[in-house]
Each structure stands twice: as C-alpha cells, then as structure tokens.
C-alpha cells in the first residue's frame, strides 16, 4: 500500500529506460517493431525498478516495468506475478492488456525480468478525489466482480493473504510507546502521532474486535481482488472510465475490500470527505455494506501506524515511512474526531 505520488528522493532512486542493460532495450524494441524515442519516467509506486511510459519512432506507445532480479529478487517476482494474472484477464476488463513479458539471465546468474504492458491513455485520479472519478472506479470494480477467476493461476485466498495485515490493533493494544515511534521521527506526521498515542492506547481493543466482527469475517468470496488499490494503481481515460492497474498481488475473495481501499484512500486526501457521500456513490446493486467500509477505515489506520513502527525494507525507496505515517496520521485524526 503507499501513496499516490512518490518523492523527489524516491524518483532519483528509481531505476530509468537509461540505466536498463541494451539487451533489455533491444527487447523492448524489437517486440514494439520500432526503436525507442522517448521514456517518461512515472513517479507513483515505492518499487525501484524502471516505470517508464515509451514512445517509438513509429509512434507505437507502451509502458514498461523491468527490474534487476539479482538486486532485487523480491520485486522481479511480482513482475512475473502480475504479467501471469492480468494476461489472463479477458479483453473487455478495464485493465491494461499484456503485450510481452521476459527473463534475462546473465552468465554469471544475473538478470533482469521485464514487463511490457498497454500504455492506457489516461491519468490517475485528482488529489484529492473527484465524486464522478470514485464512482467511475466503483462501476469497473463491479464489472470486474462478474470477471470468472482462471483457475491455473492458483490465487491465495484473501482472507488467508490479508487477514494477517487487518487485525494489527490486536498487537497495537499491547500498547504503543514513543519508542515505537522510531522511525517516524524525521516524518512531517510524528508530532501529530504523539499526540494521538493516549486515543490509539484508549481504543486499540475496542477497535480490534470492531475489525473482527464487520471485516476479516466478511472476506470470503470468488471474485479477482486486487488488495492494493488506491489512486496510483487507477488510471481514468479522458472519456472517464477507470482503469485498474498493477495486479501482482491479486486474491480470490471478496471484492467489497477493494471498494473499501479506494472509499479509505478518498477520506485521506480530503479531510472534508465523508464515508456516507462516497457510499452513495457506489452501485446499488453491488455496494458493500456500511460497516464494511467503517472496519475497514479502522484497519486500515491500524495498518500505516504498525507498518510505519516497522524497519523499511531494503527493496522500497526512503518515502514509503513518511507515507505511512501520514496515511495513519490521518485516518486515526478521523477516528479520534468521530468521523467515521
């Protein structure tokens, strides 16, 4: 989970078209029919391999993710992972089409793993949210509801892949010090969490058992979830429809915690925003119930304040703390003031 735009620190740490060895290049050239002109570096994401937006000299566009396996093992097996699962969406999902994917091996064991997928014309959604932007997400979450899941890709279930991420508050209420706080002392957030220790102390049982009884019960189901959805997973066409991008991390389950995602990603940008008007934005016919949506918002919080309580790991860029800490920051400042 991270935020929808990335630091000057972390674009400078993210690898670019440039940095990418020439046999990957020709790769991408060769399958674009064309040699490359153009390579916009994309800032969103914490990953630190290439994201780059190509352009050919015969104006073919495409967008490419490559990463060094040898650095990087971890993140070059979510590329195999999301080339596998978004290839075997049917054409008509609103996700971005495969066009190739490859391993590079090197003689001495190195190598790189590339993903080249459909440049989708488009932009990810305002910050904060636009209402007509939430709602054009929520209708490509129900039609991806009714996408019949391939079986050969052998997804975890959600509830066995997220429950563990969704009931931090029962750690959490063993108590939270200042010295849990390590890490977000350099962040723009820590005062703000300081202040907030006495009610995340006062309210970390009560909200686990809240999180117990309307969530992680309620995860089961057979659709594709994505499980990391929020603005800069999204894209929006210029007629308004959304695109869902970046599915490494896909389930099976209960597609409702999506919708929850990008309804607790809108309350964040916008202080403003209540849970109620994003509700009524949704369908109808497939909206999650409202305590749903209510436990997921307190997860969630539980989520940034205990993964920010954590080391970072070695495989994201330095903005993933501070981003963590203000996500936390300002899903607790809601809870704290009954916003929920």
Request: a negative charge.
């Amino acid at each position: 989970m991270s935020d929808q735009t990335a630091s000057t620190e972390a674009i400078s740490q993210r690898a670019t078209w440039a940095d990418l060895p020439r046999s990957v290049q020709a790769w991408v050239e060769k399958e674009l029919g064309s040699p490359v002109v153009g390579a916009e570096s994309q800032s969103g994401g914490y990953s630190l391999g290439t994201t780059d937006r190509l352009v050919t000299a015969s104006g073919r566009r495409a967008f490419l993710k490559a990463v060094d396996a040898s650095l990087h093992p971890y993140t070059a097996d979510l590329h195999r992972q999301e080339g596998r699962i978004t290839a075997s969406f049917p054409s008509n999902t609103p996700t971005p089409a495969i066009l190739a994917t490859r391993d590079f091996s090197g003689a001495d064991g190195a190598g790189w793993v590339a993903l080249l997928l459909e440049d989708i014309e488009g932009r990810h959604p305002a910050n904060p949210w636009q209402k007509e932007e939430l709602a054009a997400v929520f209708r490509a979450l129900e039609s991806m509801s009714r996408v019949p899941v391939d079986p050969s890709l052998n997804l975890p279930a959600t509830e066995a892949d997220l429950t563990e991420e969704l009931i931090f508050w029962h750690k959490l209420a063993r108590g939270v010090t200042l010295e849990h706080l390590v890490y977000v002392q350099a962040t723009d957030s820590y005062q703000q969490l300081v202040q907030l220790l006495p009610f995340i102390n006062q309210k970390a049982a009560e909200f686990a058992a809240f999180v117990d009884e309307h969530l992680v019960a309620h995860l089961a189901g057979c659709s594709y979830v994505h499980t990391d959805l929020r603005g800069d997973n999204i894209l929006i066409r210029p007629t308004g429809e959304a695109v869902l991008i970046d599915w490494p991390w896909a389930t099976v389950g209960n597609i409702h915690i999506d919708w929850a995602s990008v309804a607790t990603d809108a309350l964040i940008a916008d202080p403003e925003l209540t849970l109620a008007e994003i509700y009524e934005l949704m369908p109808a016919s497939g909206r999650p119930a409202l305590e749903f949506l209510q436990a997921t918002v307190v997860a969630l919080a539980g989520y940034y304040l205990y993964a920010s309580m954590q080391k970072p790991s070695e495989s994201t860029n330095a903005s993933l703390v501070n981003m963590r800490a203000h996500r936390a920051s300002a899903l607790l400042t809601r809870l704290v003031q009954g916003k929920n």
